[in-house]
């Protein structure tokens, strides 16, 4: 059977191949695979689909894509995870420049400017959080508060975690997943009509072997927890740590975590200058205070600033380099692999722009907005705008229960009428029975508002 030679695929040349398998001493490439035994491989011809010209790959996943609907088709008020923010256009444009863009695992030398950046990145990110040390983002929101319980695990050196029930339910399963052997998990009860974490509850969990306790705050519930300073003090006297997951956003009007006594503060760079994407756009950070068993524990790279040999002159590298699985391989505290940097990077140039003043007033204008779409929502008849009694910032509970109808009925009568309605919480949550996580932001005017609490009226009156 003769062989294509696809123009993308590198060594199809048969000559190519032939010379390759005869410098490594193999007759065929089927070789490569004898160590594989015969009852786990294909032995039928594969029903591969000829290969697309350029152009009609195009068509065909512009095809694909224009089945999805937007939201600048709809209005949006479906947060929980993925917020809609004002995305600055500075931060596409320096974002998408070569020298960052393409910029992946190099050295000063060769990669001029993106070690300075992040930089200033993390140096942006501690003033917004009131730390010292920030790392080279991770991954995603999941990702940094599992490497921050797990950081917590090594300083105490005790295996338990508490995690608070507010917790999302999808962070939960990544901490609780990246943990699993080494740590122990165990949930901590919240009051169901505050949200806020049940402190009896905790008093009797926080036994000597808890680690540390991980809550977010805001909630993923949207809740402000208002008994950050007494859970503190709680988990100082047992020796355990307090980590803490907020929305870096919030923190224009809200005080960061380590003003209540947070030792490792992690969170999601998303609403920083990041679009929503579908399984992109994401990344997480990790800060502490300058304290060397705490800046030990990171796994992840750390760049500094440092005079060079000619004075008056500054370089920027890695810190403490030999924490990382780069340099010590399988003997790292965690593997650390590719990171999220342009995505620190963006964050960057958001907070740069913005500045303290402007993250004031953006912080102002979300809870402004979603202050007056519960107010506006607690004029229906049979729905309860904030399920909640504690304040929020962007994203509340609605309550739907007196209704009549399901929050997927409901979500589904909103579609038909453009409107992305909230996440749907009876599953994940099914205390609150039929009831639904919304998110207001800056970007929501006066008019969106109003047109969500009318379509709500129009089908309640059906």
């Excluded at 256009?89 to 190099?106: H, K, M, P, W």
């Excluded at 940097?341 to 102002?364: K, N, S």
């Excluded at 039929?434 to 932001?441: E, G, I, K, P, R």
Aim: net charge negative.
């Amino acid at each position: 059977m003769s062989q294509k030679v696809h123009p993308y695929i590198p060594n199809m040349v048969p000559e190519v191949q032939a010379e390759m398998l005869k410098v490594i001493g193999v007759e065929s490439t089927m070789e490569l695979y004898s160590c594989i035994p015969d009852d786990l491989k294909l032995q039928a011809v594969m029903k591969l689909p000829s290969a697309l010209t350029e152009y009609e790959l195009r068509r065909h996943i512009e095809g694909i894509l224009n089945k999805n609907t937007s939201t600048k088709e709809c209005v949006n008020f479906l947060g929980a995870g993925s917020w809609q923010h004002f995305v600055p256009a500075v931060c596409d444009e320096i974002n998408q420049r070569s020298e960052f863009l393409t910029a992946y695992a190099g050295e000063p030398y060769e990669d001029h400017g993106r070690f300075q950046a992040l930089f200033e990145y993390q140096s942006l990110v501690a003033e917004l959080v009131d730390m010292d040390v920030v790392n080279v983002p991770t991954f995603d929101w999941g990702q940094a508060a599992a490497t921050s319980v797990r950081m917590a695990s090594r300083i105490t050196g005790r295996k338990k975690i508490l995690l608070a029930k507010t917790v999302a339910p999808e962070r939960s399963k990544i901490i609780i997943n990246y943990g699993t052997p080494k740590l122990e998990f165990e949930f901590v009860n919240f009051d169901v009509k505050s949200g806020e974490l049940d402190i009896e509850d905790l008093k009797t969990k926080l036994t000597a072997d808890v680690a540390a306790l991980y809550f977010e705050n805001p909630s993923y519930l949207g809740f402000i927890e208002a008994q950050g300073t007494q859970i503190s003090k709680l988990l100082k006297a047992s020796g355990a740590l307090m980590v803490v997951g907020v929305d870096p956003i919030s923190l224009g009007i809200l005080a960061p975590p380590s003003h209540y006594g947070a030792d490792i503060v992690c969170g999601d760079l998303q609403p920083l200058g990041m679009h929503m994407n579908f399984s992109g756009g994401q990344a997480g950070f990790i800060a502490t205070h300058n304290d060397v068993k705490f800046v030990n524990e990171y796994p992840s790279r750390l760049f500094g600033i440092v005079p060079t040999v000619k004075e008056g002159e500054y370089g920027f590298g890695d810190v403490a380099y030999e924490r990382t699985s780069f340099a010590l391989r399988e003997k790292g505290k965690e593997s650390v692999g590719t990171q999220t940097a342009l995505w620190g990077i963006t964050a960057g140039v958001y907070l740069a722009l913005l500045g303290p003043h402007g993250m004031e007033e953006v912080g102002q204008s979300i809870m402004q907005n979603s202050q007056y779409a519960v107010q506006q929502l607690n004029e229906i008849t049979g729905i309860t705008g904030s399920r909640l009694s504690s304040p929020f910032f962007k994203e509340f509970i609605v309550d739907f229960n007196q209704t009549g109808y399901s929050v997927e009925q409901i979500n589904q009568r909103l579609l038909d009428k453009k409107i992305f309605g909230g996440k749907d919480l009876s599953t994940e949550f099914p205390e609150f029975g039929q009831s639904a996580l919304f998110c207001v932001t800056e970007v929501h005017t006066k008019e969106d508002i109003d047109q969500l609490v009318q379509s709500l009226k129009d089908i309640l009156a059906k």
